[in-house]
T-cell receptor, first 114, second 113 residues
Framework: EAGVTQFPSHSVIEKGQTVTLRCDPI?????LYWYRRVMGKEIKFLLH????????ESGMPNNRFLAERTGGTYSTLKVQPAELEDSGVYFC????????????FGSGTQLSVL | GENVEQHPSTLSVQEGDSAVIKCTYS??????FPWYKQELGKRPQLIID?????GEKKDQRIAVTLNKTAKHFSLHITETQPEDSAVYFC????????????FGGGTRLMVKP
């Protein structure tokens, strides 16, 4: 079974540029989550999709971040324009069930904003 | 909201010794506590979890204990091996909040051969 895949694995951009991260969840997993770890601190929740609908986006830091999951399959997270403090590792995770089910994480996208 | 504190941030042990990582949480409504292990360059993987109706859970060399009154839970690794070296994250969630996990800051465990 293929795991959660994320692209790219690394991205280096300049402040003010736009970056789009992609996540392909495990096939059949309706629940998709975005998390990020900034500056070696704790992993923080960003948002949760159930199929194509945003179930909870309370963790999105500001309106420079836009997440989509058209068709309920893969998801994208766009940062526009990127700021220095957006640097970190962005993780995607998916689960079969809605609550307190085993979360399968992707390997993350290391984003560096210079 | 929930706040999870994790200690220590780094832990170095000799192979064969035990390692203990402790976490505290603030929201008494939290009832699910998973632990994730992230090896260098790899994805975080669930290694063990515990629900609030259980005080202790064991899986081979790994055990987790939960004290609901004190709002803390701990990961215990016995007979540590070099392959246990990784960053370990504790987390907490509430059953009505989906899989919105609140993570601790992580513990870098180094097992010296």
């Amino acid at each position: 079974e293929a795991g959660v895949t994320q692209f790219p694995s690394h991205s280096v951009i300049e402040k003010g540029q736009t970056v789009t991260l992609r996540c392909d969840p495990i096939s059949g997993h309706d629940n998709l989550y975005w998390y990020r770890r900034v500056m070696g601190k704790e992993i923080k929740f960003l948002l949760h999709f159930v199929k194509e609908s945003k179930q909870d986006e309370s963790g999105m830091p500001n309106n420079r971040f836009l997440a989509e999951r058209t068709g309920g399959t893969y998801s994208t997270l766009k940062v526009q324009p990127a700021e220095l403090e957006d640097s970190g590792v962005y993780f995607c995770a998916s689960s079969q069930g809605w609550t307190q089910e085993k979360l399968f994480f992707g390997s993350g996208t290391q984003l560096s904003v210079l | 909201g929930e706040n999870v504190e994790q200690h220590p941030s780094t832990l170095s042990v000799q192979e064969g010794d035990s390692a203990v990582i402790k976490c505290t949480y603030s929201d008494s409504a939290s009832n699910y506590f998973p632990w994730y292990k992230q090896e260098l360059g790899k994805r975080p993987q669930l290694i063990i979890d515990i629900r609030s109706n259980v005080g202790e859970k064991k899986d081979q060399r790994i055990a987790v204990t939960l004290n609901k009154t004190a709002k803390h839970f701990s990961l215990h690794i016995t007979e540590t091996q070099p392959e246990d070296s990784a960053v370990y994250f504790c987390a907490a969630s509430k059953s009505h909040a989906g899989n919105m996990l609140t993570f601790g800051g992580g513990t870098r465990l180094m097992v010296k051969p």
